[in-house]
């Protein structure tokens, strides 16, 4: 027997490539079954699932920043809206057109429009007329294109100037009456101006001081009349005192808005293309077309030393810080206050409403030649509503429409 067949006796060798002992080795060198320890397995999968969660991020991001975008765009606009809506409305009380709004009947409507300087919005809207003393501007306002609308209210009010007319003709001291001269309390009504309503007669004169009323040349019967023609009021000094007082002289020179200086005026309507020219100093309004382009005009005419008045017409508030000589058949309608004497000669003139004179030194009120001096109440309350200041409603005054 050889070695080689011995009986427990062998030579071992190595397994060939195509024995199962080498495929038992490198079966080893394969990864069990159901896992992977590099981790290759699970790699893609979950980039996969990272790339989904970062591309729903960056699609929510970019979502929530253009929602931002809009929403902030949309604060823009509706502020420009109401920016404009306010910049309207206040445009109009700032600009009062009193004598267009003045001849508005109650519930009547102008409009108006414009755009904002700075071009980030325009407006329109409409002022109504809600009452003698009350009205609402309603102003709608658009952003830069459009795209969003704002619409607001304001209630405006006027606030007149107290003038203490009782009588066809005030006077601090005295008056002399000659020729014929005529001062009548009863409320006359001036031509065409389709006053509804009148009042009781006033006195024809009233006095307030401790002097007299001389009639040269005519019966006190035929010079003056009035429910009383003369009442004696010692209690209405300090009111005209301090009517014709410095400080409220001054008052009235800042709420006027025309002011003229001392001399000669010639007084008539002014008209620039078609339209009524406020801008004229002699311009004081039409009393005789109250339905014309300067018929709602009643400036607030502050004349700052003597002034002589030469025919023509005019009406509205007249203060003249001085003395007031009239001349040529000069009309008025409204309601005239003059710090010294009130003087007319030859044809004189003829006032409608009311007239409240004196002088600082307590001089005499002169009416000379042949003037008619009529109260009025409709004069008196258009001229006190066209010379009227605007304001604001402070309480509940403004409010937004939608």
Not at 290 to 305: K, M, R
């Amino acid at each position: 027997m050889s070695r080689s067949e011995a009986p427990g006796v062998g030579i071992r060798r190595a397994p060939l490539p195509g024995d199962g002992a080498g495929l038992a080795g490198r079966r080893r060198l394969l990864p069990p079954a159901g896992g992977d320890p590099g981790g290759r397995g699970v790699a893609l999968p979950s980039a996969v699932v990272a790339l989904v969660v970062i591309g729903a991020l960056v699609g929510a991001g970019l979502f929530i920043a253009m929602q931002e975008q809009r929403l902030g765009r949309n604060t823009i606009s509706l502020q420009q809206a109401q920016g404009a809506a306010e910049e309207g409305a206040a445009l109009q009380v700032a600009d009062w057109n009193a004598g267009a709004h003045s001849q508005l009947g109650i519930g009547d409507t102008s409009s108006f429009e414009g755009r904002l300087a700075d071009g980030t919005g325009w407006y329109r809207g409409e002022v109504r007329r809600l009452s003698d003393w009350l009205f609402l501007v309603q102003s709608e306002g658009f952003s830069r294109g459009s795209r969003a609308r704002r619409r607001m209210g304001l209630l405006v009010r006027l606030h007149p100037l107290d003038i203490p007319v009782s009588a066809a003709l005030t006077v601090l001291d005295s008056a002399q009456i000659s020729g014929s001269s005529y001062v009548d309390g009863g409320d006359g009504q001036p031509t065409g101006w389709r006053c509804l309503t009148s009042r009781p007669p006033l006195a024809g004169i009233r006095l307030v001081g401790d002097g007299d009323v001389g009639t040269q040349g005519c019966k006190l019967a035929s010079c003056v009349a009035g429910e009383p023609g003369i009442l004696r009021d010692e209690a209405g000094r300090e009111s005209i005192g301090a009517l014709l007082g410095r400080a409220q002289l001054d008052g009235l020179r800042l709420a006027a808005n025309k002011l003229i200086g001392p001399g000669h005026w010639m007084i008539g309507p002014r008209l620039a293309g078609g339209a009524c020219d406020a801008s004229d100093a002699s311009n004081w309004g039409d009393p005789d077309d109250p339905d014309g382009p300067c018929g709602g005009y009643f400036p607030l005419v502050y004349a700052s030393g003597d002034i002589t008045l030469h025919g023509g017409r005019g009406q509205g508030l007249l203060v003249v810080d001085g003395d007031l000589s009239v001349r040529g058949g000069f009309r008025f309608y409204g309601a005239v206050v003059v710090a010294g004497r009130f003087k007319t000669h030859g044809e004189g003139g003829h006032f409608s409403g009311g007239v409240v004179a004196a002088t600082v030194v307590l001089g005499q009120n002169t009416l000379v030649g042949g003037p008619a001096i009529q109260y009025s109440s409709c004069a008196l309350g258009r001229a006190l509503r066209g010379s009227a200041a605007e304001v604001r409603v402070l309480e509940r005054g403004w409010l937004m429409l939608h």
